[in-house]
């Protein structure tokens, strides 16, 4: 089986202009939910810091590490979920849009 060939004038780069900036502002939400999340953490290490037995704030810590660990774990699996729904649902467009941001990394490092 031979592969099938795009025709490059069939894309509708509005389409994928679109498609990208949804994956951008998704991105971005998972960025800012993860940076609160250890925004949160920071404040909690320095509030065990600050007092009491510190054997036992170390354990503490600990458990929410392990606690926020598993958070950004299901967390990240969930994006991914989603990610693989939107990459099956829209194949075409998602390698196109992979190979856009692969054009754009390639020359943004030509320029270092």
Do not use: C, W
């Amino acid at each position: 089986m031979s592969p099938k060939r795009i025709d490059p004038s069939s894309i509708d780069i509005e389409y994928l202009k679109s498609e990208f900036e949804k994956f951008r502002s998704g991105l971005g939400e998972t960025t800012e939910k993860m940076g609160d999340n250890a925004h949160a953490a920071l404040e909690q290490i320095t509030a065990y810091l600050n007092g009491g037995d510190l054997s036992s704030r170390v354990a503490s810590l600990e458990e929410e590490l392990e606690v926020l660990g598993a958070r950004l774990k299901d967390g990240s699996k969930d994006a991914v979920a989603k990610l693989e729904t939107q990459v099956s649902a829209r194949p075409l467009a998602s390698l196109a849009i992979a190979f856009g941001v692969g054009m754009l990394a390639a020359g943004l490092l030509r320029r270092s």
